[in-house]
């Protein structure tokens, strides 16, 4: 079990608060990483621990015709060098998110991304492995690289020969008359839109040490891969191994993650094989951020849409037809359910019945997918608020109030959506209406950004400043058993029975320590959301202790069952739900062992303010008298108590028809009505996002500081994506994103000033009320920013219909009005 | 890593430095291509300097060299012979925190806390520059540090926040 630092200064106690659940109680992670003694990945190097590098192909499409490792060989300080085919001998491929696929840790025979790694080296350190790196000759025979995902379509040119087709998975959904919707309704607008490629890039790049144990032919791994318990198969198969001889360890700090680094296990492989061919030797890999950027598989969505939107004259939507093709790039990675996800938000905010739903998934000679925060969702509510822009426009009404009239009403709550999820609570219309009236009274007045003559003043600068009022749901929770609905035979789903149905509940255990202290363990891994920091707030209201009398460990990937993990805006919901039955669970416990000791009945005795007592108040057992005595005696230890919180929503029936034909369920809907007000430069092509306006609900709050933390963060990204932030591919294949001087991540001088403002919308289905809050601002922010976009540029008749917005797009359309 | 294993490579020639880190002094035999950001991490122990880039955009490697601030990961350590580094471990006096890393603790202005000890030497050198500074100054003088959890909004009353700390210090 992997160990935090005790934090010093630890919390500021109030006992004095009521509670501890609902204040910003500041986070017990920060003091270890505030004096650099936290301990990442990057810092981890066991004693004799050697180095790994990876050799990486420049060409995106070639067979290898040979490799020449000798030189490398022959220095004296290189200690390994393998090929696909060493590899290849004695391993296993590695699964892909497809079953009729699979891929090779290292290239054999044929190269298909810029940046797939074809040898590995290992030496004493970095230094040197690059050295040997550089003397490995690999002499390549170059094909046509496949680089639009709308040509690779027509199967002319195959990323993978012996697959046959460059679209190895799609699926056309229909729910409801959508085709009689289309005939009736008075209008129809078809319109297209690109999202590019998007992804995390968290600061932290992808680490790992694994260590071979001969004796015990087992292998012991930390790294900073995300969902360390769901994921693993990814890391035990390719190496030959069942799950408990591969213990994967999650240092408690990891430098972000987003999502991303779910698909790092093609380097906690190669570094287990190295150690492996080693006799056990230590080896330690750092990914470097060129590699990260242009072969790190990390890359997300990228995606082409074509949304068609049926609607009446009085500007009521009747129909949606929802098509787009997805980038996957040369590999499906476990994340291929990202081209799902949106079916848990296929409507957004509207009440609209009938939809389509169709969406092709394309393999290119680019880097594989992995997930980003949102999952797919925000190119989806990017290319329908767009749509809904477009109609509102072609109808000559305002988008505010074409908005407003298709809105699901509070009465309709909980409302099923087409797609069969199900939003829990919340009020629309409400938050529309709240935010125009803040923004219309604050900014269109004197002073304010949007005041009459100041943006009459700035468009004779070339200035047009613009401001869309938009609603957004954010779906958490999600569900494990739907997610592999592209692996699963999708005719035989309809047969399917609830008892039919695999959830994963969120696992949480703890135990007594000596000097009472509560020590507790996840079993899920974080990335900076303060896991730590929610549990002690949350576990020290139930046992009625404070929050510095526990501390909070990690489990590894053996010790833990397998978890969903930290996902889908789902841990506070997860998290408070384990912990409200851990604390039930402890208090239960704890009565049972003092009512033990005393030979009385257990109604006789109460747990109270952290210890037990007997009800006529003569004796008090404290935590430290609970663990002496439970030490003592035999049998099952009553110190130590585990609880599974099982999913939300899967005993609701509502629920039975998305869980048995595994449709996305995402039971709650947190959501957000937003209000960017940008400023687009005519001459430069610039973007600037003002100010930010944002009310959120994500249900109760747990802990209010954490989350503004998330929707500032969500918002940058959001801001990063919409403006910034693109792997682009020129026609050859050659990645034109390879250093942060060409991805460019939001700095101080991008990210404007926030106004955010909360209320609670309890959710009715969760333990706590709480709802997810992890992605909301990556979810909501480009969709808000491209409809603002819009209203800046509506003179010039020109929309965001491309993301991001880059100034020379911009500017390309303005020349082409 | 043990310098041994470098040193003893024929064809990898080492050169000697000596330097004040954190206030103590430090003699290494190195090679000339090691950059500073992995000496201060691997060959002196501070991993509080973080590598996330290695081409000068991130800013998590920001330390203080001769009281300049600079991006550890653009230097050769051989370059900063004689010179005096100052690294986010030595900022606290007696385990205690500076008012600066309190301040981004209270304000909760970091998350993952990878671009932490960046912005934190990023704050001190700016605050020792202008112990009251405007929100223009602020963002230009931090636009030089990526942060990719907090979207900065917090990080900026962290900054206002140790500026009124230090300043009642004084």
Redesign the interface.
Known sequence: MSRSEPA??EIQDEPDEETFVGT?L??V???R????????I??I?PEA?L?MGLLRTTHAHADIVDIDTSAAKEH??CDLVLTGEDVAAEYNPMPCGLNSMSEWALARDTVRFVGEPVALVVA?????VEDLIDRIDVEYDTKDAITDPVTARQDETLVHEELGTNVPDSERLTFGEVDAAFEDADNVIESQYSWGRIS??????AGVVAEYDEETDSFDIDCNIQLHTLVDDTIYEPLGYDADDVRLSVPP??????GTKIAIHRYCTLAAMASQQLDGRPVKYVE???ENLQGGDMHSSDREYMMRLAYDDDGIIRGLDVNFIDDFGAYPRYPVNQALKPLSVVTNAYNIEPVRYNYELVLTNKTAQTAYRGFGVDPHLYALESVVDDAAYDLGMDPYEFRQQNLIQPEQMPYKLPSKNIYDSGDFPEALARIRELVESEERAEGGLLEPDIVEKKRDEGKYRGVSYTVHIEPGVSGADWTDRQRSDRDELTDREMDDVDELPEHLRCELEADGTVRTYLATDS????HQTLVKQLLADQLEILPSDIEVDYLDSVEAPTEYGSAASRMAVMLSGATEGLGETVVDNLEQLAARHWDVDQDLVTYRDGAVERDDKTERLSRIDLFEIDMEADGDRLTYAEYDYEHPVLDIEAFGEAFTQKYPVYPTAAFAANAPIVEVDIETGEIEVLKFYSLRDCGTQLNP??V??QA??????GIGAALLEEFSYDESGQPQAV???DYL?P???N?P??HLEHSETPSPFTATGAKGTGEG?MIDGPASIATAINRALEPFDITADRIPVTPDRVRKKLREE | ?SMD??SA??DRPTQEISLTVNGEDVTAEI?P??KLS?FL??YVD??????????G??G?CTVSFDGDLIKSCMMYAVQTDGGEIV???GL?ED?S?HPI?EA???E?A????????GF?MSTKDLLEEDPDPSQEK???H??S??????????IYDAVRTAATKMEEDD
């Open positions: 010093i200064d910003g500041n986070r992670e920060d003091h990483i505030l004096t650099g003694d936290a301990e990442y990057h810092d190097t621990c180095s004296p300080d004493t350190d970095r230094y040197v995390g890039v968290p600061l932290e790049t700090d990891v430098g972000g993650s987003y470097d951020r060129i990335s900076g959301q303060g500081t954490i503004e933390g500032h963060g969500g918002l940058a990204q250093t942060l001087f991540l700095s101080t001088k990210i000033e926030m601002g | 890593m294993d470098v490579a024929p090679e291509r090691v992995d991490r691997n501070l991993n509080g300097v973080r590598v996330g880039c290695e081409h955009v991130c998590a690294t986010v471990e606290g385990g925190l890393q981004f603790h209270e909760h970091l998350q993952c806390g990878f671009c932490t000890s934190v602020m963002e230009a931090l636009s540090n990526i942060c990719r959890c907090t979207g900065y909004q917090n």
